[in-house]
């Protein structure tokens, strides 16, 4: 290469690095988002109580022609020039879609769109309990699922490389027969179903169903994380985790879902489910805590809480309080946890003698 052609190189580079410098800060100019135009109108809370009244505060520019809660016209009050104020008709938790409708000093007209959130206005009642017997539990289980089925006890459990699913005799704790899932899976909550097992996986968004004989007949794909199932009639009830409950067709599509709240706002970390006389039982995880839920309002109605020392000798902190059974016919609950050498059968009285609730917010 001549001895010109070399020192020319060095100077395009800089020529061509000083264009892209100079395309890349006018490329930057032209694609800056333009500052946001302030909002219109703002709810004055972050949340709401159901049978509370909304209050809007709206800008002295703007002037409202039509508020439509959940799509539904609603006539507000006006309080001040700038405040309005209306009571909605609704008795489910959870956000609720407030659209604005109105226009602006310049004649402009423009709809804003609000998402409030609304907590349930019923403080969940203490359930008492009693502990009427206690049976031996397999300490090496990591229990993240229970159910009884024409008197037979199941339990599925967890943790990568451990997880199983098992008959299990009630009043030894033994084992009669268990299937292992293969180590890539961690198994989590179980119900059986017209002779047939569901069992969620955690991440791995596939539920395996068995016969009561443990034979794998295929496996249902769903887009969450699973934690707890169980059902009511042939509606299967699922939690992930959140405050949310989802429900399913036997066949695992996805029919609707329903949001938990109580008077503290969103009940989240729903893990181990049972339907009892109406209601969802579910585990709060890393709590000694059992919400009861009414699925056609999202509302936590009532609650247990297990006394953290039970079972004696056991760090409840760390092994946790997870499985809920209910046995048909018998007024009584059963519960275990993560690797408790016990389980228990308590009476719940108070469970039992509330009507029973047909409807599923579906």
Known sequence: MPITNMRRTPTLLLLLLIGLTVGSCRQKQETTSPTPEPSLIRATKTAYTIGDSITLQLDPSFSVDAVDWDSKPVQPTKISSNLLSFKPA??????????????????????????????SDVTPRRLAYTVLQTYPHQRSSFTQGLAFYNDVLYEGTGLNGQSKLMKVNLLTGS???????????????????????????????QCFYYTTDLVLKKTFVYHTQGWGITHRDTTLIVSDGSNR????????????????????????????????????????????????IDPASGKVVGELRIDPNLPVG?????????????????????????????????????????GNRQKLAL
Request: net charge negative; glycine share 8%.
């Open 245 to 292: 409950l989802s429900y399913y067709s036997l066949g695992f599509q996805k029919l609707g879902e329903t949001v938990v709240y109580d008077k503290q706002g969103p009940v989240t970390n729903l893990n181990e489910l049972e339907y009892v006389n109406g209601y969802v039982l579910a585990n709060v995880w890393q709590t000694n805590r059992i919400v009861q």
């Open 175 to 205: 084992v009669i027969q268990s299937v292992d899932l293969p180590s890539q899976f961690f198994g989590e909550g179980i119900t059986v179903v017209n002779d047939h097992i569901y069992q969620l996986t955690w991440t791995s968004g």
């Open 314 to 354: 056991v760090n409840t902190t760390e092994n946790v309080l997870n499985g809920i059974a209910y046995r048909s016919g018998e007024q009584a609950l059963y519960i275990t946890g993560k690797n408790w050498p016990s389980l228990f059968r308590i009476q719940v009285k108070e469970l039992f003698e509330q």
């Open 90 to 119: 609704t008795e489910t938790v959870g956000y609720h879609q407030l659209v604005i409708t109105g226009q602006t000093a310049n004649q402009k007209r423009v709809s804003d769109t609000l998402q409030i959130d609304v907590w």
